[in-house]
């Protein structure tokens, strides 16, 4: 199995910055895409960037222009870096990665426990 471990969060006044990371471990064979998601309170999960395996990136609408997503593929680790929060960006921020445990096995999605990020006003 994969394992993904976020770390970063915490709280964060408005106009702040934050370094998440997240580090997968375990049987990996290989990694395609990982990406960051969010859930607020209330409100479905959502994604907020990925990269694939060779640097493609795709944004949020929401966080184009502020945040930075970026890997380091020897160390099978994911970095989002955050400029300018806004109280709008506090949620539970989770790693997705998708791997697979064998040259044999099939794609699939592995999920991190989640950092909690808050911002306030």
């Known amino acids: 199995q994969v394992q993904l471990v976020e770390s970063g969060g915490g709280l964060v006044q408005t106009g702040g910055s934050l370094r998440l990371s997240c580090a997968a471990s375990g049987r990996i064979f290989s990694i395609n895409a990982m990406g960051w998601y969010r859930q607020a309170p209330g409100k479905q999960r959502e994604l907020v960037a990925v990269i694939s395996s060779v640097g493609s990136t795709n944004y949020a609408d929401s966080v184009k222009g502020r945040f930075t997503i970026s890997r380091d593929n020897a160390k099978n680790t994911v970095y989002l870096q955050m400029n300018s929060l806004k109280p709008e960006d506090t949620a539970v921020y989770y790693c997705?990665?998708?791997?697979?445990?064998?040259?044999?096995?099939?794609?699939?999605?592995?999920w991190g426990q989640g950092t909690q990020v808050t911002v306030s006003s």
């Open positions: 997705n990665a998708d791997a697979r445990t064998t040259e044999l096995t099939r794609l699939r999605d592995y």
